[in-house]
Structures are given as structure tokens and as C-alpha cells.
């Protein structure tokens, strides 16, 4: 770069004071570079990227030149989002466990992503490990931390007038309003908790679900945010709503881990996933009247909560539609047959047993063919279990 140029640049960034007895351009460069290297402040790149120089002469900077001060322009904007992000957080949580800054949160996303792709294959060999001791409580300590949030949201809310339509966020020292932060930022953390989830999962050799992964990863991130920008007002909704899911949900899980014997009380665990769907409907709902209505809450948080909801819908549907409805749509053929003595029912899994059977059923035994009714099933599955069918099963297999 020659001296005229040079003493373009000076004149373009420092005006006239270049011409002032003993100031060195070179110098006033070099230590302006060396403290925006050593400072986070908020700086004018413009002035390092010569705009104006960039329109008019671009041809006196070479291209690696240019590169490294678009570079360094980049690297600004995202510096001064980063900065500017930081001013707009809620100043009471600023020095609460996690909400210093991003770079906590980030670590335990990308330990559990981590976890999630590398650990299965760790254990692939090792048997299954059975966790009860460990389980038994760690559900019910979840259950009751649900509770009590359950409970914080609910009274807090209703001494403060909450609205359930709409209700902008306190950023006072109010008692209240603090005391509705901490129990947003206790919701945060047992969503930070939850992760363990997926550990386990994985040392009982149980499969990890895209909709496991997903929804865990995730859900750390958006409350997080939530807890950052706006510990209050209606950002209470989802917490209140996801929390009483949570006590039902973790009290079946707490429950299943004592063994086959209880499946006969857990009759209700295909309306946890309804139960679910239905959370989420309600958050669409809840922010899409917000959007609408021109609540005055951050429009960006409300179309995040619906964008998200509707991810979660779709998930979660899928799995509903696969675990159930799916597997009540296959039709296994079923043989009724008549003998002096009782009816008997049936189920064959595979087409072979079914003509191996038809083949040595006897002629004067009179049968049909019927399309499987999952409660009818169960009904007959009650009502004929004896000795006959697995003698039967076992002679036509």
C-alpha cells in the first residue's frame, strides 16, 4: 500500500488531525487496530472498511485485503448482535445459574447432542442395565417439582391478576413479579434436569426417538430465551399448561419401572400422547390470539411458541399414528371355531400358520373369518384364556 493512499485512509478515518504536528497516521492505525482487537465495544467498521474508498477506488486494495476487512465487518455485526442481545435481557436474572451468557447452555446442547449420537454406540455391546433403584425416585422427584411449579404458577398468577389472554411482563422488583421469574427459571432448569431422560434410555438399551431428541434439545434453548428476555406475563402459559402434563407423565413413568405387574393400572398411556397434543394446540391457540390481538408481549417469542408448537404437533402426531392407529389397522386374521365344550379364539400373526391350520382343521368344525377389533380382542382374550389355545397354538406352529 503506497504513502498516497496511506494518507488517504488517515484522511478518511482521522480528518484533519493528520496534518497536525506530531501525529503519526501509522502509529494511530496500528493502536486503534490493537484496541479493537483487546476492547469489546460497540465500533464503527465503517470507518475500518473505507466505504466510501471501497466505491471509489476499489481497484487500490487488493482482494485478500478487501476479504479480511469484510471479514472483520462480519465478525463485527455479529458482535454488536451479541452485545445488543445482552442489553435487552431482563437485568434480575442477569446473575442467576445459567443466564450470564449463552456459552452455558450452548456447552450442555452440545454434551447432549453428543450423547445422543456417540453413547448408543458405546454401550452397544454391554447388556441392558436395569436401573430401577435409580429410576423410582429420580420420576417422582420430577413429579414433585412439577407439582410445586404447577402450584407456583397458579398462585402467582392469580395474585397478580394475571390475564390468560394476555398479560405484558413485569420487569420491576415487585415480589410478585420476581417470584414469578424464579419459578420460570426453576422450569428452565427442569427442563436442563429432563436431559437425564435420554441417559437412561440409552444405558437400558432403549431406542432414542428423533421426537426424544428433538423435543429435549430443544426445549432447553426456547426456555432458556424465555427466561432471558421475558420472565413474566403470559410467558407463564406454557409453563403452567407443560407442568401439569409433566406431574401425569413422570407418575407413569415412576410407576411403569416397578415392572410387567403394573401394566394392568398404566391403562392410560396412550392418552399421555393425546394429552400432549392437546398442550400444544392449547400454545397455538394462546399465541396466535396474542399475534392477532396485538398483545403487548414480544411478537418474536409469540411466533416462536407457535412455529415450535407446530413442529412438536407434527412429531408427536406422527408418533401417536405409528404407536396406535397403525398397529390397530393391521389385520390379523382371526379363526373362530366351535366345539362341544367352548369358543376359542385365535390370533394368527403370520399367513403360514393360518394355511397350515386351515389345512388340518378338521371338516365338521365349522369356522370363519373376521377382521381384528382391538377391544373386542381384549374382551375375548379375557374370556377364553385356557390351556386350549396354547395347546393349539403349539400343534399348528
Not at 23 to 33: D, W
Not at 113 to 132: E, G, R
Not at 190 to 214: C, G, M, P, W
Not at 345 to 369: G, R, Y
Request: proline share 3%; aromatic share 16%.
Amino acid at each position: 500500500m503506497d504513502l498516497l493512499y496511506l494518507d488517504h485512509i488517515c484522511k478518511s478515518i482521522f480528518g484533519g488531525r493528520n496534518t497536525l504536528q506530531n501525529f503519526n497516521c501509522r502509529t494511530e492505525l496500528v493502536n486503534r487496530a490493537k484496541y479493537l482487537n483487546q476492547e469489546t465495544v460497540e465500533v464503527n467498521y465503517k470507518e475500518l472498511l473505507i466505504l466510501q474508498k471501497f466505491t471509489e477506488e476499489p481497484s487500490n486494495l487488493e482482494l485478500d485485503s478487501r476479504l479480511k476487512l469484510a471479514e472483520m465487518a462480519l465478525f463485527d455485526d455479529i458482535r454488536k448482535m451479541y452485545i445488543d442481545g445482552l442489553k435487552r435481557a431482563d437485568p434480575r436474572v442477569e446473575n442467576w445459574p445459567f443466564m450470564q451468557s449463552p456459552v452455558p447452555i450452548i456447552i450442555v446442547f452440545s454434551v447432549y447432542v453428543s450423547l445422543v449420537l456417540i453413547c448408543p454406540k458405546l454401550v452397544k455391546k454391554l447388556p441392558p442395565m436395569n436401573l430401577k433403584l435409580i429410576l423410582v425416585p429420580y420420576n417422582f422427584v420430577l413429579v414433585a417439582l412439577s407439582v410445586y411449579m404447577f402450584v407456583e404458577f397458579i398462585t402467582v398468577s392469580l395474585l397478580s391478576n394475571y390475564s390468560y389472554r394476555c398479560q405484558p411482563v413485569d420487569y420491576s422488583e415487585d415480589y410478585l413479579a420476581v417470584r414469578m421469574a424464579k419459578v420460570l427459571w426453576w422450569f428452565f432448569f427442569s427442563k436442563v434436569i429432563e436431559l437425564i431422560d435420554t441417559l437412561f434410555l440409552i444405558l437400558r438399551k432403549n431406542q432414542v426417538s428423533f421426537l426424544h431428541a428433538y423435543h429435549h434439545c430443544t426445549m432447553i434453548l426456547t426456555y432458556w430465551m424465555g427466561v432471558k428476555y421475558v420472565a413474566g406475563g403470559q410467558a407463564f402459559f406454557v409453563p403452567m399448561l407443560n407442568t401439569f402434563v409433566h406431574i401425569i407423565m413422570y407418575t407413569y413413568y415412576g410407576l411403569a419401572v416397578f415392572g410387567p405387574h403394573m401394566q394392568k393400572y398404566l391403562w392410560w398411556k396412550k392418552y399421555l400422547t393425546k394429552l400432549q397434543l392437546i398442550q400444544f394446540v392449547s400454545f397455538i391457540i394462546h399465541s396466535g390470539y396474542n399475534l392477532l390481538s396485538g398483545c403487548d408481549f414480544p411478537q418474536g417469542f409469540n411466533i416462536a411458541v407457535l412455529i415450535y408448537s407446530l413442529t412438536l404437533i407434527l412429531l408427536f402426531a406422527n408418533f401417536y399414528y405409528k404407536s396406535y392407529v397403525q398397529k390397530q389397522k393391521k389385520k390379523k386374521l382371526t379363526i373362530f371355531f366351535s366345539t362341544k365344550h367352548n369358543d376359542t379364539i385365535i390370533d394368527f400373526s403370520t399367513k403360514e400358520l393360518e394355511l397350515s391350520f386351515l389345512s388340518q382343521i378338521s371338516s365338521t368344525t365349522q369356522f370363519w373369518k373376521a377382521y381384528q377389533d382391538s377391544d373386542k380382542k381384549e374382551k375375548y382374550r379375557e374370556n377364553t384364556i385356557n390351556q386350549n389355545i396354547t395347546n393349539l397354538k403349539s400343534q399348528y406352529s
